[in-house]
């Protein structure tokens, strides 16, 4: 069986694994890391979204064979690492704005959020309509407006 | 005790020998009477067995609810409901916290594992959690904080009405105190005792009505919260159905089972009743297998059927309207109604882990019935009740998906099968196509007017039937001689409890008739509301001005009730009702009462063609809800930012199901597989203005507020895409009869592939 290897939320670990199998599973099922989420594994919801190398990833749409040894994952749990504090800015921002209910999709909203205010910083730009209309987490509780809120204000904060 | 207390009802509460102080009190007594749609009722039935019964009945503890102050200081209370987001745990410990005078942090709530000794009073529905549970919690924390009080007195020696609580301390007059942690042994038992108590009055409530944070936000937010996909049981690895390409289809023959066994990954592969079963090391060696299984399927229970064929039978079936002559200068208003299939799937799919061995099971899911899972699942897998053990875990939302537990059934009979324990999750396509759907109906509304005043008002809802097969049914049924409403079916005796019309429109008939059974269907946050009373409002609307009133001041004139009245002029006002709107937009306004509560809602679109035609990739986008101004009155908000959130939930469902969201049955089978297929809300639909306002405490008890705002919000909604368009909506949701905005996957094989081209879509 292949060998893996790649950086896991700071920690470089090794499996044995075919190389088609999405890196979701890879965490998940063999490796325990449960902050991603399934919500559809065609990267529709967007619930197990995470970082690949900082930038966000579908890891229900990556083979784990595409990896190469110095690919650094972030899932949601080794997030506040990459701020070395004990909460990510926009983690404290949901917290501040108590946006989950029943807290399913929030991993997944909280990568999106980071990588798409990063991804306007790198553009020149704060968060407009045109950004969060290219949001597509779903969060069938239905706390789009607290996340919106939320973002706004912690994105300036990191 | 000062003379406030002495005027106040007093309450059995019970501390249980125990070694640390545990105290109980029974559920269902002293609280208010249950909301009429879900009674509490301790009446044994035939899906558990007397002799369970009456050996459980023996228990010191039967029919108890118990806290445990634990040597630390902490309260332990374990909840006999499910938490899907509805933030029930969060109100719970706040309840807690204010009768125990102890700080909301130092409470701990778990969900309670399946009880049979409380026989109906563990389901979690109807919104009537809090309703029910209100009263009992309190007495069983203020049962706690007396016995500590006691204790003190003892260690102290000093007089317990000279004693004072604050935070979880106890000081005496002269400044000595103890803490609950010191206390909490000493203040345990040894024999059972019955204590009378008395509860805070209002105005000493210091946590209740004060908005606070989820007590699991954190958990939330830090992807340490644990759902039933992330609870690890030893051997319990990933399963899957390859299901049948139409409802209820059923397996005929397996081409390649040995092949399919033979995969990567695979450990098992199995014949169920609802398909195919594989088990493997991974979700997604489980897809590949279930993608390559060869068979033969027979035909389901709907294959002809289309979203044509049943609408035609449900206007086949539609009770008349019978219209007696109109008096002279008497008008009609008349209309008629088209709710399609939508889905009630939550974000986490349907799932559940099963550890089935010779002679006992263990089942880890979210289910808000989890006595009549236990029931079902002894009876799947030929177990006596006592055998099976539920474990109620964390769920990723409900929206009445949870109310029954078809996963915990399968992966049950998955895990017998094989004889190895599993971890059995639904994919997302088969979510959407063999989950349960809310049904389609319609809905004829027909109002008389005479000289300023409504003579009639007469709903006929025809449906296809809803299953209430998860024990609402069942404490209904025993409950049936007793309520008000004699010679009707289950359903049509739930639609009667539910359905109310909140305005004074002289003779009000509402009646329910169902057709068709071949589906599997479910409530979706809410039963029949946010159709019948969308379908009313919109009436109302059209009586306003038939009538040439104004909607706003129309509804007021007739409301019932002084609570209806206020939360409609609250939103009237906050929302600026009636100002000028540009062509294509327009204002709606509509109220809902359910639950002991009433909420109104204003809502704003824009269905101008600038928005409608916007372009977001994958999507529908449409009219945008631009503005929502919602007011809800509970009586008594325990927590009101919980309360918001609902109520924002609620609306989002209801834009939802009145502009974006149904299924298409097409073939036997709904075509949407996908979230990029059905259409719930995204952010690109979200309202950009929106406020929530709760009210003032009204009745001091609390109401249930899960589901109440989708009806209003519902109506409000289509009200305003009426005005804004100059044409009443008749058919929900309002592209439901666009062309496609999706390609159907595929049924055969049943689930999609993951795409493979993450990382090129990396941003």
């Given amino acids: 069986m292949p060998q893996h290897t790649f950086t896991l ?20 099922d063999i490796l325990g890391v449960t902050g991603p989420k399934y919500g559809c594994g065609l990267g529709v919801c967007q619930a197990c979204t995470s970082h690949l190398n900082g930038k966000a990833v579908n890891l229900c749409c990556v083979p784990v064979g595409r990896l190469k040894a110095t690919d650094q994952v972030t899932t949601i749990e080794g997030l506040p690492a990459t701020v070395g504090k004990p909460l990510h800015p926009m983690q404290e921002a949901w917290l501040e704005q108590d946006v989950p209910q029943c807290g399913y999709c929030q ?29 597509r987490n779903i969060c069938r509780c239905g706390t789009y407006h607290r996340i919106r809120e939320a973002i706004l204000s912690a994105q300036d904060k990191f | 005790m000062d003379n406030q207390e002495l005027g106040r009802r007093r309450f059995l509460g019970y501390v249980l020998a125990a070694s640390t102080l545990t105290v109980a009190a029974q559920l269902g007594e002293g609280a208010d009477r249950a909301d009429a749609a879900v009674p509490s009722l301790p009446e044994p039935a035939d899906l558990y067995d007397l002799n369970d019964l009456l050996t459980d009945a023996a228990l010191p503890t039967a029919n108890l609810i118990t806290i445990t102050l634990n040597p630390d200081g902490t309260a332990s209370f374990a909840l006999p409901r499910a938490e899907v987001g509805q933030g029930i745990t969060t109100s719970t410990a706040m309840i807690i916290a204010e009768e125990l005078d102890l700080p909301l942090d130092k409470v701990h709530v778990s969900l309670a594992d399946a009880r049979p ?155 169920v009743s609802t398909g195919v079963a594989v088990r493997g090391r991974t979700f997604g060696q489980c897809i590949d297998a279930v993608r390559a299984l060869q068979v033969s399927w027979g035909p389901g229970s709907e294959d002809r059927a289309s979203d044509a064929t049943v609408l035609a039978e449900l206007r086949a079936a539609e009770n008349p309207l019978v219209t007696p002559p109109l008096p002279l200068l008497t008008a009609a208003v008349d209309a008629r109604f088209t709710f399609h299939f939508a889905s009630n799937s939550a974000l986490e799919t349907n799932c559940a882990v099963a550890d089935v061995r010779p002679g006992s099971a263990e089942i880890w899911a979210s289910v808000k019935a989890p006595l009549v899972a236990q029931a079902e699942v002894a009876a799947r897998l030929g177990l006596p009740v006592g055998a099976v053990t539920v474990h109620v875990t964390q769920g990723g939302g409900s929206f009445g998906r ?12 998955v895990s017998q099968a094989m004889g190895k324990p599993v971890r059995l999750m639904w994919h997302r396509t088969d979510d959407f ?132 009245v206020a939360v409609l002029d609250k939103v009237a006002q906050v929302g600026n009702w009636g100002r000028a709107m540009a062509p294509g937009t327009g204002q709606g306004i509509a109220l809902h009462p359910e639950y002991h509560g009433f909420v ?36 008594l908000a325990v927590n009101p930012k919980g309360l918001e959130a609902q109520m ?45 306002i709760v009210m003032p405490p009204t009745t001091g008890t609390p109401g249930g507020a899960g589901e109440l705002a989708v009806a209003g919000a519902m109506a409000a909604v289509a009200c305003a895409y009426g005005r804004a368009t100059g044409t009443m909506p008749t058919s929900f949701p309002v592209n439901h009869d666009a062309p496609p905005a999706f390609t159907p996957l595929p049924t055969v094989p049943p689930v999609p592939q993951s795409p493979t081209d993450g990382i090129s879509r990396a941003y």
């Fill in chain 1, 107 to 135: 991993p997944g909203q909280i990568m999106t959020a980071v990588a798409k205010v990063l991804q306007a910083r790198a553009a020149g730009h704060q968060l407009t309509d045109a950004d969060f209309d290219q949001i």
């Fill in chain 1, 9 to 28: 939320n700071g920690e470089q670990v090794t499996v044995d694994v075919e190389d088609d199998v999405r890196l979701l599973w890879v965490l998940r």
């Fill in chain 2, 433 to 564: 196509r063999h989950g349960r759907v809310h049904p389609m109906s319609t809905s004829r509304v027909r109002a008389t007017y005479s000289l300023g005043q409504v003579l009639t008002m007469d709903q006929r809802h025809t449906s296809v039937a809803t299953e209430f097969g998860h024990g609402l049914g069942d404490a209904i049924t025993a409950l049936a001689a007793k309520l008000p409403v004699g010679g009707l079916t289950f359903a049509e005796t739930i639609f009667s409890l539910t359905q109310q019309t909140p305005y004074n429109f002289g003779v009000t008939t509402q009646l329910l008739t169902e057709v068709d059974n071949g589906f599997h269907t479910g409530s979706m946050r809410n039963i029949y509301s946010p159709n019948v009373r969308c379908a009313q409002e919109l009436v109302v609307d059209r009586l306003a001005a038939a009538m040439g009133q104004d909607a706003y001041r129309f509804r007021r004139r007739f409301l019932k009730d002084p609570r209806a």
């Fill in chain 2, 117 to 271: 000794e409380l026989l109906f009073n563990q389901l979690t529905g109807g919104s009537n959690t809090t309703i029910s549970t209100y009263t009992p919690i309190r007495v069983a924390a203020a049962t706690a904080r007396h016995r500590l009080l006691e204790a003190a007195a003892a260690e102290l020696g000093a007089p317990l009405a000279a004693l004072s609580v604050l935070q979880g301390v106890i000081t005496a007059a002269d400044g000595r105190s103890l803490s609950y942690a010191e206390l909490a042994v000493k203040a345990g038992s040894l024999t059972d005792l019955q204590v009378s108590v008395t509860l805070k009055p209002a105005s000493a409530f210091t946590v209740i009505g004060t908005p606070q944070n989820r007590i699991d936000a954190l958990e939330a937010v830090t992807g340490r919260k644990q759902f039933a996909m992330d609870v690890q049981v030893p051997g319990a690895m990933p399963a899957m159905i390859c299901r049948p390409p139409t409802i209820n289809g059923t397996v005929v023959a397996v081409q390649n089972l040995a092949a399919v066994r033979a995969m990567p990954g695979i450990t098992d592969v199995a014949v």
């Fill in chain 2, 648 to 692: 924002t939930g609620g609306i989002m469902d209801a834009i939802a199901v009145t502009l974006t969201s149904s299924l298409h049955l097409a073939g036997g089978t709904f075509q949407e597989g996908s979230w990029d297929n059905y259409f719930y809300t995204r952010q690109w639909n979200t309202p950009p203005e929106l406020e929530i």
């Fill in chain 2, 402 to 413: 949870k109310l029954f537990h078809d996963a915990a059934l399968e992966a049950a009979e």
């Fill in chain 2, 600 to 635: 109104a809602v204003l809502a704003e679109i824009d269905c101008t063609p600038a928005t409608v035609n916007r372009q977001v990739p994958d999507a529908v986008t449409g009219p945008r809800v631009t503005k929502v101004v919602c007011a809800v009155d509970v009586g």
